[in-house]
């Protein structure tokens, strides 16, 4: 069986008209036996005629979603990212304890927001934390002292009994791990809440390990107050517990990162498939690969693995090719679209190592997913009407409008997440030196690159083939640009909505765009502070 590959190579893009065309394409063939790069290709034939187009601009009923021209906007999109990018560093720091304007919140708590009423968020969540102190030690070497302080509140909450168990010292039952709300002075969190989630531990231990691997390298010395006195301690004391609790539990029912549904979850397997995964290179760079602790770890990342990518069990939609997030209600309550599937992908793929496990940024799925959200919450918001730029919520059906149910709204996070995935796309395919490879023609299987990034890819043919965009080609660097400006198709937008001196909130209004929702979310900072982060890491590199 032979199937076409349409190979880009050193063609150029030529402007006709309004509409940027890829000349000089060459079809190839070769055998599907072999893995795609290993393979020697034929070629067929050439022609000068431009059979496929990158898109000049995508309106979707008169919302602009790009257009050529770095979105209208030019220099003062950069000045704005600058502002907020100092303004988001700013409120993160101030939400971790201690801090001057919380004077109650104890060091190294990271509080979700300093809101206590309409709505209270002025707790401690496992999850929160671990996402926000991951995106703290990537982007600085500043914050030792903090970082220590979070081991050391990590440390402690892990031995408190809460209600779904006693601490770590009592018991090898880790089953307590998996609350995930606490008291911002470290003291359990009692009332009722959706428990456990299973999530925490793992994006705990990505944060962690990034810890130490700083602290390595640092060669910064953990001083003598901690009850670690080594970063082997902190993975034997605190890493060790979490992935204990990642083997026991991943394939029991815990609450999604929402917080409603009970169930088996995409983000929170993805996130226990990458903290397995770190873990076992972390214990590979330091001779400790065979044990039966490792061998269980090896099992458990089969496992996962096998789990999510099984057919039966649904995670991806058979006809639309985007991910499911939880296959149990999909049927019933909602799409499965969410935009946890791109979280999931931005935290599990943050080094280059990690490209390896399933559901890249580049996945057609996970890009599938973001095409689908944009397309359903454009409609979804009003305030996308007739503007550019589409702002994001959690996932279509959403009724919580930050304060209880009533209208969903989009959210900051999701705004930001959506470009820090396709940022981070254009980083794997530049840093790894990747061709791109693009199936054929599908409007449904194939929606983002069929209809957010080429036009015309139905004249390439046959719907099992893909096209090749070589890396390094003009073709290769237009195509970068092109993503590149539907990632800042978000910040623009959220450019819009942001409050005055920078403030971010969970939500923004759907019809009025004002911020609403929990005040000065820690989360919604990071989520800024990493797409701004992976944006200048492109411009200082290529
Ligand atoms: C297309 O290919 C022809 C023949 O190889 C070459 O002379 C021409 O410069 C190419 N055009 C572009 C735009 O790359
Ligand atoms: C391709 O372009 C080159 C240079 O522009 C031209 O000489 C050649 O005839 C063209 N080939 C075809 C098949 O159009
Ligand atoms: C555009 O608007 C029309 C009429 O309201 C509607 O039928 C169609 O589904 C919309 N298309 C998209 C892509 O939202
Ligand atoms: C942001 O902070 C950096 C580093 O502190 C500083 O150099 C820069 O001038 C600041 N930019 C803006 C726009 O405030
Ligand atoms: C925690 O629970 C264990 C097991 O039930 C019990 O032995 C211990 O006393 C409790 N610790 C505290 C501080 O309540
Ligand atoms: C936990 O397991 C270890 C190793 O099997 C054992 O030495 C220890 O006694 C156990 N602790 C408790 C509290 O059961
Ligand atoms: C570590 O945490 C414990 C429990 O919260 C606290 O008593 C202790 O002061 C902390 N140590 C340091 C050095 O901050
Ligand atoms: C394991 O460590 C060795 C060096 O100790 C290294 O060569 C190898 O690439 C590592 N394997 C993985 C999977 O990280
Ligand atoms: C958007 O523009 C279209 C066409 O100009 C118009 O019919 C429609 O009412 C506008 N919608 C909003 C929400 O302004
Ligand atoms: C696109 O792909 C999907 C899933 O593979 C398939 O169900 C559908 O029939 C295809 N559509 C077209 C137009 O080929
Ligand atoms: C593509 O872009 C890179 C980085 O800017 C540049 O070094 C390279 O020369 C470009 N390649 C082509 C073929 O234009």
Request: charged fraction near 20%; hydrophobic fraction near 40%.
């Amino acid at each position: 069986m032979v199937k076409l590959y349409n190979k880009l190579l050193g063609t150029l893009a030529v402007g006709v008209g309004s509409v940027w065309a890829l000349e000089n394409t060459t079809v190839y063939e070769f055998e599907s036996v072999k893995g795609l790069f290993e393979q020697e290709y034929r070629s067929v034939f050439s022609d000068n005629v431009s059979q496929v187009q990158l898109r000049d601009a995508v309106v979707i009923n008169g919302t602009v979603v790009y257009e050529a021209g770095a979105g209208g906007d030019g220099g003062s999109l950069d000045e704005w990212l600058q502002e907020q990018r100092n303004v988001s560093v700013q409120r993160v720091l101030e939400n971790i304890g201690p801090s001057g304007l919380y004077p109650s919140v104890l060091p190294g708590v990271v509080i979700a927001s300093p809101s206590q009423a309409h709505p209270d968020y002025f707790y401690q969540w496992i999850r929160d934390s671990a996402l926000t102190i991951n995106s703290l030690v990537s982007h600085t070497h500043t914050h030792t002292h903090t970082l220590l302080q979070y081991l050391n509140v990590t440390f402690h909450l892990q031995r408190t009994n809460n209600t779904l168990g006693a601490g770590v010292q009592y018991t090898n039952d880790t089953a307590s791990l998996g609350d995930p709300k606490w008291n911002v002075d470290n003291t359990a969190f009692t009332q009722d809440w959706g428990r456990p989630q299973n999530d925490g531990p793992a994006l705990r231990t990505i944060a962690v390990l990034k810890i130490i691997d700083y602290l390595n390298e640092a060669g910064a010395d953990l001083g003598s107050g901690y009850p670690f006195w080594s970063t082997k301690e902190v993975f034997d004391d605190i890493v060790r517990w979490d992935l204990r609790f990642v083997m026991d539990h991943w394939n029991s029912p815990g609450f999604d990162l929402w917080e409603e549904v009970s169930g088996l979850h995409f983000f929170t397997l993805l996130a226990q498939l990458s903290a397995v995964d770190k873990s076992l290179g972390y214990l590979n760079d330091t001779e400790q690969s065979s044990s039966e602790f490792v061998d269980e770890l090896r099992q458990t990342r089969q496992a996962i693995s096998e789990f999510l990518l099984d057919p039966a069990n649904e995670f991806i939609h058979p006809e639309y090719n985007y991910v499911v997030e939880t296959p149990a209600i999909a049927k019933t309550l909602r799409s499965g679209l969410d935009i946890s599937t791109l979280l999931a992908a931005n935290i599990a793929h943050d080094t280059p190592k990690a490209s390896r496990l399933p559901f890249n940024v580049d996945d057609r799925a996970v890009l599938n997913t973001l095409h689908n959200l944009m397309f359903r919450m454009r409609s979804l918001y009003p305030i996308n009407s007739n503007a550019t730029g589409i702002a994001l919520g959690r996932y279509p059906e959403d009724e919580y409008d930050g304060y209880g149910l009533g209208e969903g709204n989009p959210w900051v996070l999701a705004t930001c997440a959506a470009s820090t995935t396709l940022y981070k796309l254009i980083h794997w395919h530049i840093s790894k030196q990747q061709d791109v490879v693009v199936p054929m023609h599908n409007e449904t299987s194939n929606a983002f690159w069929d209809q957010l990034i080429f036009s015309n890819l139905a004249t390439l043919g046959s719907d099992d083939g893909y096209l090749i965009v070589e890396y390094n080609s003009p073709a290769f660097n237009q195509t970068m640009q092109k993503i590149f400006q539907l990632a800042d198709s978000f910040l623009v937008k959220l450019k819009t909505h942001v409050g005055a001196d920078g403030e971010l909130s969970e939500q923004f209004n759907k019809h009025t765009g004002f911020m609403q929702g929990a005040r000065h979310l820690t989360w919604s900072y990071t989520s800024f502070w990493d797409a701004h982060q992976i944006r200048q890491e492109i411009l200082n590199t290529f």
